[in-house]
């Protein structure tokens, strides 16, 4: 549910040391509001969506972070898209954990997650991160 992601958020920040990380529900761009803009945006859904990816880069602050993840083709077609208009970093993640397969362990892959992260620059252009 989206309470317990935003809990999740909330304990990780702590955890991460940044206990004053200000975390806003609701479906963006809506929930943007009035806000000040963010210095970063985390995009995990619907990374194919180019008016949410508008949205969320109109509303980043010049020098502004935003990592966006992918695990679908569609979903890299768009990151792989964007780093070649905007630059930054893409990486590929995969994590494989050890488990039983009968008498005999083995690693188990989970799905790959490519990440794109990049810097909004002070005249709306992109930076390296």
């Not at 194919?48 to 990592?67: E, I």
């Not at 995969?94 to 810097?119: C, D, K, N, Y």
């Amino acid at each position: 549910s989206e309470g317990e992601r935003l809990q999740m958020i909330a304990v990780n920040a702590s955890a991460l040391g940044v206990p004053e990380l200000e975390i806003v529900g609701g479906p963006a761009p809506q929930s943007f509001g009035k806000r000040t803009p963010p210095d970063a945006i985390f995009m995990g859904s619907d990374v194919g969506n180019d008016d949410l990816f508008d949205a969320c880069w109109h509303a980043l602050k010049p020098g502004g972070r935003l990592v966006a993840n992918a695990t679908t083709l569609d979903g890299e077609h768009a990151l792989y898209s964007r780093h070649l208009q905007l630059g930054g970093e893409l990486t590929r993640i995969e994590v494989s954990a050890l488990e039983r397969i009968g008498g005999h362990r083995a690693f188990r892959p989970s799905m790959a997650v490519t990440q794109w992260v990049v810097v909004k620059a002070i005249h709306g252009a992109a930076v390296a991160p």
